[in-house]
Nanobody
């Protein structure tokens, strides 16, 4: 059973930084490949793609976070999202997700992802 557990959310002032982490368990070992992603959602709005990381290490970002956020995965396979220069409009619940097999979906294609964490709240005050 796949489990994704996010951590690292919190409250920060505009211009500040946060680092989110996502620990995954239950993912099938090689040769299975996964695309990992970060998404966010504000109540009453559709879930929005933030960044995706393919198995080959290539990353893609939403235009709204380019040059401010960075997605990465460490040697322990924990997924991270480094968020710098945070803005009030970045306030949302942030979710980690995994998609098994095939090419990495476009960052906007949250419906393509198979597994989801419970989310961690990020609040940015002005």
């Amino acid at each position: 059973q796949v489990q994704l557990v996010e951590s690292g959310g919190g409250s920060v002032q505009a211009g500040g930084s946060l680092r989110l982490s996502c620990a995954a368990s239950g993912l099938r070992p090689r040769p299975y490949k996964y695309c990992m992603g970060w998404f966010r959602q504000v109540p009453g709005k559709e879930r929005e793609g933030v960044a995706v990381l393919a198995a080959d290490g290539s990353a893609r970002y939403a235009d709204s976070v380019k040059d401010r956020f960075m997605i990465s995965q460490d040697n322990s396979k924990i997924l991270h999202l480094q968020m710098n220069n945070l803005k009030p409009e970045d306030t949302a619940m942030y979710y980690c997700a995994a998609d098994e097999g095939g090419p990495c979906p476009h960052v906007s294609q949250h419906v393509a992802f198979d597994y989801w964490g419970q989310g961690t709240q990020v609040t940015v005050s002005s």
